[in-house]
């Protein structure tokens, strides 16, 4: 079974700085892992994705994600915070095999001008 | 491509009343997801379909709760009847024949009121 854990469900950050989200994940079997984005009123979209290959996978809007086994994390992080990137955060798993995909709680990212 | 379309976006009954929302799948996608997300309780997974086939609906909360895939471009969500507790945003989400562990494309939701 998959299951993924996102630490804060509210994060702010000022204009500028450093945006960093953490998602755990659980899986009896090598992960794929992804983040998706929602902006206000909007269906999620898909951010970045971990399959197999490059642990640091880079996504749209210059974000990117570090996929570290031992930790068990998928941290999503972006150097410079801008005000459009206010908006909802998720955290997902499933398996190669699986056909579900497990979605964290989601992170509110507040960015302050 | 238009994406997946959802309708209506609103859709505010009264409790007892029978619901339905309507999803189009993008073209060439050969699964369909229904998720439901509240505050409480997040994006759930209610059904989801493989080739117009219902493969896993152990997510829908209750036998008030049914959806269909009649066909490839198309899938329904119908409550019936409604309650206050199924207040929520209602997404729909496909997914390429090449799997569904690739992306899910989702839908811009309908958001249904109960009263």
């Known amino acids: 079974a998959q299951s993924v854990t996102q630490l804060g469900s509210h994060v702010s950050v000022s204009e500028g700085a450093l945006v960093l989200l953490r998602c755990n994940y659980s899986?009896?079997?090598?992960?794929?892992l992804f983040w998706y984005v929602q902006y206000p009123n909007q269906g999620l979209q898909l951010l970045l994705k971990?399959?197999?290959?490059?642990?640091l996978v880079k996504g749209i809007n210059g974000f990117e994600a570090e996929f570290k086994k031992s930790e068990t994390s998928f941290h999503l992080t972006k150097p410079s915070a801008h005000m459009s990137d206010a908006a909802e955060y998720f955290c997902?798993?499933?398996?190669?095999?699986?056909?579900?995909?497990?979605f964290g709680t989601g992170t509110s990212l507040t960015v302050i001008p | 491509d238009a994406g997946v379309i959802q309708s209506p976006r609103h859709e505010v009954t009264e409790m007892g009343q029978e619901v339905t929302l309507r999803c189009k799948p993008i073209?060439?996608?050969?699964?369909l997801f229904w998720y439901r997300q509240t505050m409480m309780r997040g994006l759930e997974l209610l059904i989801y379909?493989?080739?117009?086939?219902?493969?896993?609906d152990s997510g829908m909360p209750e036998d008030r709760f049914s959806a269909k895939m009649p066909n490839a471009s198309f899938s329904t969500l119908k409550i019936q009847p409604s309650e206050p507790r199924d207040s929520a945003v209602y997404f729909c989400?496909?997914?390429?024949?090449?799997?569904?562990?690739?992306?899910?494309?989702f839908g811009p939701g309908t958001r249904l009121t109960v009263l």
């Open positions: 997902a798993v499933t398996a190669p095999t699986g056909n579900q995909f497990y």
């Open positions: 379909f493989n080739n117009n086939v219902p493969i896993d």
């Open positions: 073209s060439g996608h050969d699964y």
């Open positions: 971990y399959t197999t290959g490059a642990t």
């Open positions: 989400a496909s997914s390429p024949r090449s799997g569904p562990y690739n992306e899910q494309f």
């Open positions: 899986s009896s079997v090598p992960p794929y």
